[in-house]
């Protein structure tokens, strides 16, 4: 039997599809909830776990997702995502491209960690799902990393900080939630035996770093390890909203990455002289 096409209005109604929002004059429901009933009820972590999710989160589970949000909100102008924020606001581009120039070189190597350590972290989590003990699964799982890779173990590592001062805290409320039962705790040991397993091959201590720790919360949490890369954006962009604003407060025009008494290395042709002109 042929499917009817629909035309007009209903055409119009299919056209964008969405389970998030119902929106008509003097309406807007989230999920299914008035907008009023949700306003001064329920946190903006919570607000973020039921667009995401569907569902409104128990109060401590959204607890410890405002806790991983803030804990990656900045780490000063020398982060690429900073420092772009700040030269953009000083182009005069305003706040809101000021912003979307620095969120939109978060990807792979600059905001893309968290990701890609949930995923290292589910991939073992799958592993012992099939009966396989922890030790064991972390072990096959760096054996296959190192074979394919000579990269660092995401999530794992810092070029600043010898211990990354905010992973072993977030780490510390993780154990604390999972003690009363928000969550299970299981990627926490996972990151944990992971970290042993590095250690081990390498011959020396590489610590989780604040994409480890927050995989670790996200992974808990239950979000699936793409939105880890988002959640990280949202996350940042408090720093680059801060940043931006005060650059714009400061004044100044065209700022480059290095004051202008201090040049690139120039590796090209030396100067020339315009003799011989090509035919």
Known sequence: ???????????????????????????????????????????????????????????????????????AVDHGPQAPSIAIARMAATCGVGINGAMASAI?????????????????????????????AIEDAVSAQLD????????YVPGFGHRFHPVDPRAPRLLEVTRDFAARGVVAGRFADIAEAVESGIARRKGKHIPLNIDGATAVIYGELGFPPPLTRGLFVLSRSVGILAHAWEQTEQGGRNKGPLPREWLWAYTGTPARPLTDLPD
């Open 1 to 71: 039997m042929n499917e009817v096409k629909k035309t007009g209005r209903a055409r119009a109604e299919e056209w964008w599809q969405t389970s998030i929002i119902e929106m008509m004059p003097g309406v807007i429901r989230l999920r299914g909830y008035e907008i009023q009933d949700l306003i001064g009820r329920i946190s903006f972590p919570a607000m973020i776990w039921l667009m995401l999710r569907g569902e409104l989160p128990r109060d401590e589970q959204a607890e410890l997702l405002g806790i991983a949000l803030g804990a």
């Open 104 to 132: 939109n070189v978060l990807g792979d190597v600059h905001g893309g960690a968290g990701e890609q350590a949930l995923a290292f972290f589910g991939d073992i989590a799958v592993a012992m799902d099939g009966g396989t």
């Open 144 to 151: 296959r990393f190192f074979a394919e890779t000579k990269g």
